[in-house]
């Protein structure tokens, strides 16, 4: 049984331009979320997918964007790069099983290196 | 609103010494509490979890963990420490109607031979 994959595991930018990062859940897995951590931090989320819509989002602007598949996996792209976007994007993918949440599980990340 | 404190930055041990690892949390409901463990440059993977009935949760690695209503507490514990174990150790909350957990600013292990 596969876990969760995430592509690609390190990613080198420049400001100003954008990137996509993708991830598969766990098989049997139906919700996506995202998380950023910067070097040293906890994670921070970003958004929640499930059934293909944005179901929660934290603290973080518009340049930060997703999408679900009908498969469900996911996509997060971030717009107009900063140095701070610098981090591990973690994916976590869990069941969504009536009025709360099952566990989280998390892929390996992705690292973004902003320069 | 729920929140977790880990009250230990780092915590240093010796191998085959045994380990505490603090957890407080804050939420106004039956917690769902999680404990991950990060090694360096990686994803997080699950140690244990407390959903409900006994309050002493037993994990992966030989990990286990006590919820103490009481106390507001959920300390992960391991008997005796390998090199191996060195890592971040997150303790998070979550529950019913809190679709995304809270994790804790993490507690460095550092394992000394």
């Known amino acids: 049984d596969a876990g969760v994959t995430q592509s690609p595991t390190h990613l080198i930018k420049t400001r100003g331009q954008q990137v996509t990062l993708r991830c598969s859940p766990k098989?049997?897995?139906?919700?996506v979320s995202w998380y950023q951590q910067a070097l040293g931090q906890e994670p921070q989320f970003i958004f929640q997918?499930?059934?293909?819509?944005?179901?929660q989002r934290g603290n973080f602007p518009d340049r930060f964007s997703g999408h679900q598949f009908p498969n469900y996996s996911s996509e997060l792209n971030v717009n107009a790069l900063l140095l701070g976007d610098s981090a591990l994007y973690l994916c976590?993918?869990?069941?969504?099983?009536?009025?709360?949440?099952?566990?989280?599980?998390f892929g390996p990340g992705t690292r973004l290196l902003v320069l | 609103a729920q929140s977790v404190t880990q009250p230990d930055i780092h915590i240093t041990v010796s191998e085959g010494a045994s380990l505490e690892l603090r957890c407080n949390y804050s939420?106004?409901?039956?917690?769902?509490l999680f404990w991950y463990v990060q090694s360096p440059g990686q994803g997080l993977q699950l140690l244990l979890k407390?959903?409900?009935?006994?309050?002493l949760v037993q994990g992966i690695k030989g990990f286990e963990a006590e919820f103490k209503r009481s106390q507001s507490s959920f300390n992960l514990r391991k008997p005796s420490v390998h090199w191996s174990d060195a890592a971040e150790y997150f303790c998070?909350?979550?529950?019913?109607?809190?679709?995304?957990?809270?994790f804790g600013r993490g507690t460095s292990l550092i394992v000394h031979p």
């Open positions: 998070a909350v979550g529950g019913r109607g809190s679709y995304i957990p809270t």
């Open positions: 976590a993918s869990s069941v969504r099983t009536g009025k709360y949440q099952e566990t989280q599980y």
């Open positions: 098989s049997g897995h139906d919700t």
């Open positions: 997918y499930y059934e293909e819509e944005e179901r």
């Open positions: 939420y106004g409901a039956t917690p769902y």
């Open positions: 407390y959903f409900s009935g006994d309050t």
